[in-house]
Nanobody, 119 residues
Framework: VQLQASGGGLVQPGGSLRLSCTVS?????????MGWYRQASGKSRELVAV???????NYADSVKHRFTISSDNAMNTVYLQMDSLKPEDTAAYYC?????????????WGQGTEVTVSS
């Protein structure tokens, strides 16, 4: 496993969760960007947030001002801080790394982590 996602769970509306996506120890992967995607039941996978190796970020309109993506300096771990969660945020969340250098043009996906927002 190259990318390991964690941090999902059950939370009440208005609550918070922080997801983490960690590159496997010893991996030689480097990334141009890392992002979080989500897929709700019966729907297509959609971009939630992405961060570049230069630190620039981009968010889906539906999560702006509620979610924050960040990473460590080496981009070995990427976080998604999710605040003011809504029931419509319920989905499986996946992290993806866009390869750089030797891995340019390749995408690497982590396994999903489930987020359920419900009272």
């Amino acid at each position: 496993v190259q990318l390991q996602a964690s941090g999902g769970g059950l939370v009440q509306p208005g609550g918070s969760l922080r997801l983490s996506c960690t590159v496997s120890a010893g991996s030689r992967l480097t990334f141009l960007t890392m992002g979080w995607y989500r897929q709700a039941s019966g729907k297509s996978r959609e971009l939630v947030a992405v961060i570049s190796n230069g630190g620039s970020t981009n968010y889906a309109d539906s999560v702006k001002h509620r979610f924050t993506i960040s990473s460590d300096n080496a981009m070995n771990t990427v976080y998604l801080q999710m605040d003011s969660l809504k029931p419509e945020d319920t989905a499986a969340y996946y992290c993806k790394g866009e390869g750089s250098g030797h891995y340019y043009g390749l995408d690497f996906w982590g396994q999903g982590t489930e987020v359920t927002v419900s009272s």
